[in-house]
């Protein structure tokens, strides 16, 4: 990531109003089906464009993966979206970006790369909660039953998917070390 300069702070704020006003003028006027899909994909192009290193958010320490939390996703079919993921070509896209090539040498560009995922994918799941909860509190309960069932496949399953790379990560690099 490029250093924070004063204009990319202005752009970063530029961006984010834009996405805020785009979203609360297509609440009065757009089926909700369309807003909450519009609202998982602009969130998403968000904070691709704004957000700086979330994995500080998820400091090592405290993202550790467990094998017990790792069985739940593997039940709950996270291969099955991995693999999906993979048939699309989203994975070589992504590790490509996140400068993992599948040697051992950027091993910790994965493992910052699944950080730095989970913490966007997390941070956009709250705000598809908060999206979700406005429309029951302000009278547009469609648009709470579409966040919350698009909010499975754009982020619940991506978060999963990262502790799960995580949880093969850590158990490597164990290997390593003992």
Do not use: I, K
Request: net charge positive; proline share 4%; hydrophobic share 50%.
């Amino acid at each position: 990531m490029p250093p924070r300069t004063r204009l990319r702070a202005v752009v970063d704020v530029a961006v984010t109003l834009a996405a805020v006003v785009l979203l609360v003028l297509a609440w009065t006027v757009v089926e909700a089906g369309v807003l909450a899909w519009g609202a998982q994909w602009t969130g998403l192009c968000w904070a691709a464009l704004v957000l700086r290193e979330p994995q500080r958010w998820l400091p090592r320490p405290r993202v550790r993966v467990g094998a017990d939390e790792v069985r739940w996703y593997r039940r709950c079919g996270v291969g099955l979206f991995r693999r999906a993921l993979g048939a699309v070509g989203w994975n070589r896209a992504v590790d490509t970006g996140r400068g993992f090539d599948g040697t051992r040498a950027t091993l910790d560009a994965l493992e910052a790369g699944t950080r730095r995922s989970e913490g966007a994918h997390l941070l956009l799941l709250g705000l598809t909660v908060l999206l979700a909860g406005a429309g029951l509190v302000l009278g547009r309960p469609g648009v709470a039953v579409w966040s919350a069932v698009l909010a499975v496949p754009f982020h619940v399953y991506p978060v999963m998917l990262q502790r799960t790379t995580r949880y093969r990560l850590q158990r490597l690099a164990a290997l390593r070390a003992g």
